[in-house]
């Protein structure tokens, strides 16, 4: 059990959030994203996407950086919140078109007869 730096209540551990005030317990989360496996000269590259969390700005932000297959980063750059945010619409809203996504009903239905997507 620790307090939470944020209002003071106590956090269990392995809480990623405050149970009283919902601030992040972290300092930071970080996820890998692989390349895309038919594009030559991505091979053995990764993104890392790291989320600082803070009480002030700039202490939050996000860093992508691009890994080579030797484990060192190649480029990175931090963005902050809002321009973050700025680049998940632009993923969202610029996706596949919906025609091209299986539609949930007939995943549910393939699911159920015990069919998998391929
Ligand atoms: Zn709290």
């Known amino acids: 059990m620790r307090d939470c730096p944020e209002c003071g209540g106590p956090v269990e551990a392995r809480f ?3 149970p009283w005030c919902s601030a992040p317990q972290r300092r930071k989360l970080v996820e890998f994203f692989r390349p895309h496996e038919e594009l030559e ?20 932000h996000i860093r992508f950086s691009v890994w080579n297959e030797t484990g060192s980063a190649e ?19 610029h996706g596949p078109p919906k025609a091209s ?6 995943t549910v239905r393939g699911l159920a007869a015990g069919r998998r997507r391929g």
């Open 16 to 18: 990623h959030y405050c």
């Open 41 to 60: 000269g991505d091979q053995g590259k990764a993104l890392r996407v790291s989320r600082y969390f803070g009480s002030s700005e700039p202490e939050r």
């Open 75 to 93: 480029a990175a750059v931090s963005l902050d919140e809002e321009e973050a945010q700025r680049l998940a619409r632009f993923i969202l809203v």
């Open 101 to 106: 996504r299986p539609r949930l009903l007939e």
